[in-house]
Nanobody, 121 residues
Framework: QVQLAESGGGLVQPGGSLRLSCAAS????????MGWYRQTPGKQRELVAV???????NYADSVKGRFTISRDNAKNTVYLQMDSLKPEDTAVYYC???????????????WGQGTQVTVSS
């Protein structure tokens, strides 16, 4: 099996910073893209940032210039550095990976359990 383990969420004041981490483990052949999505009650899950195995990145317009995604391929880990946080960044953040496991053909989507980020004074 494959697991995505997230860490780093919590409560922070507006203007503050948090760093999320997500480590993929298990029976993995290769990992393509890794990224972060977020979801608030009553809304669809939305893309925050994604990074390919080659290092190309893409961000939601709402986080450009404030969030930075990075990746350690040797550790199968993706990071999201979140600076200048705003109350509207409050959400459950989910790690996502497109990867090839040993027990299935082709690449597939995998999700973490989610970590709560709350931006409030």
């Amino acid at each position: 099996q494959v697991q995505l383990a997230e860490s780093g969420g919590g409560l922070v004041q507006p203007g503050g910073s948090l760093r999320l981490s997500c480590a993929a483990s298990g029976n993995i052949v290769s990992i393509n893209a890794m990224g972060w999505y977020r979801q608030t009650p009553g809304k669809q899950r939305e893309l925050v940032a994604v990074i390919t195995s080659g290092g190309s990145t893409n961000y939601a317009d709402s986080v450009k210039g404030r969030f930075t995604i990075s990746r350690d391929n040797a550790k199968n880990t993706v990071y999201l550095q979140m600076d200048s946080l705003k109350p509207e960044d409050t959400a459950v953040y989910y790690c996502h990976a497109v990867l090839m496991p040993t027990y299935r053909l082709g690449s597939h989507d995998y999700w973490g359990q989610g970590t709560q980020v709350t931006v409030s004074s």
